[in-house]
């Protein structure tokens, strides 16, 4: 069976300044499953994920979005996954994702898609959550949309 670790740092949230949170999920293998780190870009909330987006690594996922929600409210217009390093991600993946966007939009904040290359892009086309999420091809981007959309 295989073990996980979660190592986290604190984010917290005074007037315009912002520190983040990273939260990494350690498997029983050669390394790190996945690494999420949680940045501010303009007024949006940048989660980039790293690495695989899974069954297993789902709650670290949906973890660093529910501490995003918390900590970082009402600041941020929105918060863009960066998913540009995401090497996999299967129907779970996009269960943690789509959960967020739910989560999100409960408090008014968007969330938006960033950086998704093919392999994610085919996952998303074939459930139709490429209509659902709005999905750019950089952070900056994303951020841009944002801040006209805000």
Partial sequence: MTQYTR?????????SAW???VI?????????LLRVTVRRDRSAVVVALKGELDLHTQPLAEDAF?????????????????????????STGLSALISARHRLAAD???????????RVTQVLSLTGLDRVF??????AEAASALDQDG
Avoid: K, M, W
């Fill in 134 to 139: 709005g999905c750019y091809a950089t952070v």
């Fill in 108 to 118: 008014g904040r968007p969330l938006v898609l960033a950086g998704v290359h093919d």
């Fill in 19 to 21: 520190e983040g949170v």
């Fill in 66 to 90: 529910a501490q995003v929600l918390t900590e970082t409210a009402p600041h941020p217009s929105g918060v863009i996954a960066d998913l540009s390093e995401l090497t996999f991600c299967d």
């Fill in 7 to 15: 190592v986290r740092s604190s984010c917290s949230c005074q007037g």
């Fill in 24 to 32: 990494v999920g350690l498997g029983g293998g050669p390394g790190e």
